[in-house]
């Protein structure tokens, strides 16, 4: 079974910080993918961000990025130049072809400060 | 597309009452999910369909939980009867080909049963 962990429960950043939340996960599997979606007060769930298991290549979108460790079985995602709007519950997931399901993290709060 | 459509958006009911909660997924999407979110659990994975067949139950928590996907665009996951512990947010999500991309969520059903 995988596992994701996210264990830091609460983050504030000043805005136009950088700030980055921490995801770790636990899998036998070689083929799979990492996901950080963002749920603002709203609760829409949002994609922010997905890595391929296969690629090497650290994911960027805008102002996120990730810092993909497969070694070490770590998905941490980087927010630049924060902004007010970044306010949200964070969650890392992780979803495998084998069963086209996703496993969520217990999520992590993000304040930004202005 | 209006994106993944879910009725109600809120829901109070009488324990031991039957709760039917609705999900039209997106045109074209092949696959639907039902998740559970709670403070206490996060978000959990109840059950998912791939072309309108039951693939995964697993997370059903017990039986009086159902749910059914009669055609391709209209799901529904049914509580009977309830009880308190069953309050929570219930999102639906449909993907186009499972893990392999993303997974859009609807705006959930917040669910109190009193």
């Known amino acids: 079974a995988q596992t994701v962990t996210q264990s830091q429960p609460e983050m504030s950043v000043q805005e136009a910080e950088t700030v980055t939340l921490s995801c770790t996960y636990d899998?036998?599997?070689?083929?799979?993918?990492l996901f950080w979606y963002k749920q603002p007060p709203s609760r829409q769930m949002i994609l922010v961000i997905r890595q391929e298991a296969y690629k090497q290549q650290n994911a960027t979108e805008n102002r996120f990025s990730v810092n993909f460790q497969k070694a070490a079985k770590s998905f941490s995602l980087k927010i630049s130049d924060s902004q007010l709007g970044d306010a949200a519950m964070y969650f890392c997931?992780?979803?495998?072809?084998?069963?086209?399901?996703?496993?969520f993290g217990k999520g992590i709060t993000l304040s930004v400060r202005p | 597309d209006a994106g993944v459509i879910q009725s109600p958006r809120h829901e109070v009911t009488e324990m031991g009452q039957e709760v039917t909660l609705r999900c039209k997924p997106i045109s074209g999407h092949d696959y639907l999910f039902w998740y559970r979110q709670t403070m206490m659990r996060g978000l959990e994975l109840l059950i998912y369909f791939n072309n309108n067949v039951p693939i995964d139950d697993s997370g059903m928590p017990e039986d009086r939980f159902s749910a059914k996907m009669p055609n391709a665009s209209f799901s529904t996951l049914k509580i009977q009867p309830s009880e308190p512990r069953d309050s929570a947010v219930y999102f639906c999500?449909?993907?186009?080909?499972?893990?392999?991309?993303?997974?859009?969520f609807g705006q959930g059903t917040r669910l109190t049963v009193v």
């Open positions: 999500a449909s993907s186009s080909r499972g893990v392999w991309t993303e997974a859009f």
């Open positions: 899998t036998s599997e070689s083929d799979y993918y």
């Open positions: 997931a992780f979803g495998t072809g084998a069963n086209s399901k996703l496993t």
